[in-house]
């Protein structure tokens, strides 16, 4: 979008690129308390020549959810790595805001991490995890944006 009281288009500082297929989750079933790995980010050739200085994770989601109950996002995190096969966090995990309510509901969390000093293949993991023992279920996608680019 143009900000014309700026003058200038702030989405063309942002790359958008994709991190996972959307994660169905049924309260104590498929998906509950389950370990979600994004794709890996290649920043040395994925992207020609252009070089980012920030990675966010954007996880938006949909649930269904009896009175009392929630959808936490947690132990989200980034990974790097210098081959694409060996991975450490590039700090601790982290449990997003949760979505509660009664009701379909819907929420959106932001992850960010510092690419400056990031070695050559990014990822994220999050977890989803509903509260409720039973019948309440929700969809979570992820896609990540990067921003601060410059061309080398």
């Given at each position: 979008m143009k900000t014309t009281a700026l003058g200038r288009d702030d989405a063309a500082?942002?790359?958008?690129a994709f991190a996972a297929?959307?994660?169905?989750?049924?309260?104590?079933?498929?998906?509950?308390?389950?370990?979600?790995?994004?794709a890996a980010l290649d920043l040395r050739d994925q992207f020609g020549t252009l070089r980012f200085t920030s990675l966010t994770l954007v996880l938006?989601?949909?649930?269904?959810?009896?009175?009392?109950?929630?959808?936490?996002?947690?132990?989200?995190?980034?990974?790097?790595s210098d081959d694409g096969t060996s991975w450490s966090d590039v700090k601790d995990g982290v449990t997003l805001p949760p979505i509660a309510g009664t009701g379909t509901v819907t929420g959106a969390a932001k992850l960010g991490c510092n690419l400056v000093e990031a070695k050559r293949f990014v990822r994220a993991k999050f977890t989803p995890d509903l509260s409720a023992s039973g019948?309440?279920?929700?969809?979570?996608?992820?896609?990540?944006v990067l921003s601060g680019p410059s061309r080398i």
């Open positions: 500082l942002l790359t958008p297929a959307e994660t169905a989750v049924t309260a104590g079933g498929a998906g509950d308390n389950t370990e979600v790995t994004t938006a989601a949909t649930a269904t959810l009896t009175a009392g109950q929630s959808l936490a996002l947690k132990a989200a995190r980034f990974q790097h019948t309440d279920t929700a969809k979570v996608g992820a896609a990540f």
